[in-house]
């Protein structure tokens, strides 16, 4: 951490559930002094204007990139509109904050990372898992050889299918938006960031869509990679389960087996239940959508980014956002993703999808041109 102690002026593009979360914890962090608003939809920009008090607000993000009060800016558009306004913010030289995935094509994710390099600024991936309690003690203890060698990581992760249908319903670009690389790679990032160090060379993986092909994506996905060492990494996802499965978003289960012993977590939040005659809140709610039934029996703490208390999100998101607010001003080195994990994280899951829809094997890395046959 440096002593100087820094202001920040900061811009947010994408007014959305995400980017509403960031901006009110910026309009709590005393060393935000400016707060900049932009989204396309005037509702909600001028929504999250009053109750942020921004300083300004407008629907072109290249007005609000160019006001000279920014130096830090935070890409919270949907999955298929991050590269525009990243790569304008990070040629004029500000700290980047991008909401994962970096991008849904291989191209505009190689052209985004290229960017942020070749004008060398700071730049984070919001892989909010990575702030849990929970994962950085899983991570200090791999890190300091507590299990041995790492040989073996199996992942599972089961989803409640409102967040693919929610996704899906934005856009008509709906190639991209599968199970993998929307929300597979949380789970993917959680465990590459575990093994680090290790490099996958090869990969198999299967899909199906029989529940989700109606709304133009795929049910599953599994796969095992091997890395360079011979780990194995078994990496499996659903983001099938029916709306009124309990889980809110997101449960995962990780088994890591070391050559001199085993850490297994269980992040499937049965340990919290709550059933109940009234229905419960859908957990993720973004604006507009309706799920088709009531959902009266919920893990409690099964939406990632947080639950509400007292009209305030606690919760990993909450950790995550004023951290980075922390690494922008006192300059805390923070656990966040960089855009180089955030662009191996896209090339390995579409590369998961490439290898169901060859049926065949794949050695990595793949070539850029490989992802476009
Ligand atoms: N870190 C996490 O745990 C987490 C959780 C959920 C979603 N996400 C990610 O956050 C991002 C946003 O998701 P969301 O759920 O908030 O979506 P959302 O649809 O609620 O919000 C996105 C907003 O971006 C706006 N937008 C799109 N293009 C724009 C442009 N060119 N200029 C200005 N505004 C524009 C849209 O109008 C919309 O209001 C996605 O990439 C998503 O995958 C991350």
New binding site residues.
Partial sequence: MSDEKKTIGLAV????????IRAEFARDYPGIGWLGL????DD??ERLATDTNADFQT???EELIKRPEVDAVII????N??M??TIMAADAGHALFI???LATDARESLAVLQSIEANGVDAVI????RFRRRFLTVKERLVTGQIGEVTGVVTRAIMNRM?PI??VA?TNQRENLTPMV??GT?ALDMCMWLMEGKTPVSLYAQSNDKAMAQYGTKDSTFGIFTMDDGTMFSMNISWAAPVIWPGA?YGLEIGIIGDKGVIDIEDTHRDMIIASEIPQGAG?A??GFEPEFQRHVDFMTSY??GDIYNGQLWG??RE?TFSWYQRLCAGLDTPHATAQDGHRNLMLTMAMDLSAKRGERIDLPLEIDDYYE
């Fill in positions: 593009i994408g007014c959305g559930t995400i980017g509403r932009c989204d396309i939809k909600l920009r629907a072109s993000f919270a558009t949907d999955e509109h991050h525009a306004p909401e994962k995935p919001g892989y909010t898992q967040v929610a996704t934005r929307v929300s949380h978003v993720y973004p604006e990632p980014p990993p998101m995550e």
